[in-house]
């Protein structure tokens, strides 16, 4: 959003507090029993004794972004895709990051920054008090280049075009398999409900069209 790039490399806590992954580890407070992670080994929980040099550190890596950017408004994503599918981890982060955040919310004076929870359309009103016109670029920006974090170009493309007979084949199976197993839990629940073993199911997906 107004070519604000996040994060820096991948789409992750690791990578979207700042441009140093080995600090953002520090801040990705998810602990779920029996799962072992770069992140979970890193990461502690923020107390009194701690949040000082804690909230420090991660509003140098805010500031860094912000630097890059007109405006002081920063938008610093909390997760991705594959997070946040356990509920402890909500209690987990939330607690921790509101810790860090009435710390420093505490002493604007000292450090000159809010933190605070939102959501994008928090962060576009805050823009527009700040910016009245928005730059645009228009074009066809394919393919697009990144950089992996070993250091190597790669290049983005095809993801909508390659291989349409595949893809197709694809979505056709998993209609078709999904019309099945709809068929099968009906057929199921009319054994059950008639008071018929499984012996019977055969015969009852064959009235269904399934035999």
Request: glycine residues 6%.
């Amino acid at each position: 959003m107004l070519t604000h790039n996040q994060p820096f490399d991948i789409y992750n806590i690791k990578h979207s507090c700042g441009p140093h992954p080995h600090v953002c580890l520090n801040f990705d407070f998810r602990k779920i029993r029996g799962e072992y992670t770069e992140y979970s080994v890193r990461a502690v929980e923020i107390t009194p004794n701690n949040v000082k040099q804690m909230a420090e550190l991660l509003l140098e890596q805010y500031s860094r972004t912000g630097s890059l950017f007109m405006h002081n408004v920063v938008l610093m994503p909390l997760g991705d895709d594959f997070r946040y599918d356990h509920a402890i981890e909500w209690d987990q982060q939330y607690t921790n990051y509101k810790i860090l955040m009435d710390y420093i919310n505490s002493r604007k004076d000292e450090y000159n920054a809010e933190v605070v929870f939102g959501t994008p359309k928090d962060y576009f009103h805050e823009i527009r008090k700040r910016v009245e016109d928005f730059p645009t670029l228009k074009g066809d920006f394919f393919v697009y280049s990144d950089i992996f974090s070993e250091g190597r170009p790669a290049y983005w493309s095809g993801y909508f075009t390659t291989r349409p007979y595949m893809k197709i084949l694809d979505r056709e199976l998993e209609a078709n398999l999904r019309s099945a197993e709809i068929l099968y839990t009906i057929a199921l629940n009319v054994a059950k409900q008639s008071g018929k073993d499984l012996c019977c199911m055969k015969h009852i997906l064959e009235k269904t069209g399934e035999g």
